[in-house]
T-cell receptor, first 114, second 111 residues
Framework: EPEVTQTPSHQVTQMGQEVILRCVPISNHLYFYWYRQILGQKVEFLVSFYNNEISEKSEIFDDQFSVERPDGSNFTLKIRSTKLEDSAMYFC????????????FGPGTRLTVL | GQNIDQPTEMTATEGAIVQINCTYQTSGFNGLFWYQQHAGEAPTFLSYNVLDGLEEKGRFSSFLSRSKGYSYLLLKELQMKDSASYLCAVRDRVGNTPLVFGKGTRLSVIA
């Protein structure tokens, strides 16, 4: 069964450093999302992406964040200058354009900012 | 604003039935999703309701009342592996739009 994959599974970085989180969505999906979940809190939407551009972003997704689909398979989230409060689990998700449009989540990247 | 409420924790016995409630107040409504999330893992899709009524899928059923802004997830014949968090999420607009999640209900299944 096809699945969303994410790398790395765990990233530790120093405050102020740049990080890039990588995702490979399910191959026939057209809509891509990033969510984050701070430990013990709810899943929060960051950004959605369709047709090679951002379709929607939340207040969390400020100028420090960017997304890119550099080729036909990868979908990346970049944080330019990490802050302590960026420590969280980051989930990538993708969905089709038909049916329930349910979102399929990847296993997540645990980002720890020291 | 968007508000989705679920109980924080529940405990149930193996083999029993448990009902997890969710109430929502959102600016719009275009479907309610239930996800299961084991600790440290990704949410996995369980069910979807967009019309009022009950949707059944094996041991799991989900109910929706749009007029009451209310849904529940019913788990039958509980197994130890059902111990997880159950997330209620609402899509508030038409299309492939983001989901708004509740805080989740942590279910513990005991012997």
């Amino acid at each position: 069964e096809p699945e969303v994959t994410q790398t790395p599974s765990h990233q530790v970085t120093q405050m102020g450093q740049e990080v890039i989180l990588r995702c490979v969505p399910i191959s026939n999906h057209l809509y891509f999302y990033w969510y984050r979940q701070i430990l013990g809190q709810k899943v929060e939407f960051l950004v959605s992406f369709y047709n090679n551009e951002i379709s929607e972003k939340s207040e969390i997704f400020d100028d420090q964040f960017s997304v890119e689909r550099p080729d036909g398979s990868n979908f990346t989230l970049k944080i330019r200058s990490t802050k302590l409060e960026d420590s969280a689990m980051y989930f990538c998700a993708s969905s089709r354009s038909s049916g329930y449009n349910e979102q399929f989540f990847g296993p997540g990247t645990r980002l720890t900012v020291l | 604003g968007q508000n989705i409420d679920q109980p924080t924790e529940m405990t149930a016995t193996e083999g029993a039935i448990v009902q997890i409630n969710c109430t929502y107040q959102t600016s719009g409504f275009n479907g309610l999703f239930w996800y299961q999330q084991h600790a440290g893992e990704a949410p996995t899709f369980l069910s979807y309701n967009v019309l009022d009524g009950l949707e059944e899928k094996g041991r799991f059923s989900s109910f929706l009342s749009r007029s009451k802004g209310y849904s529940y997830l019913l788990l039958k014949e509980l197994q130890m592996k059902d111990s997880a968090s159950y997330l209620c999420a609402v899509r508030d607009r038409v299309g492939n739009t983001p989901l708004v999640f509740g805080k989740g209900t942590r279910l513990s299944v005991i012997a």
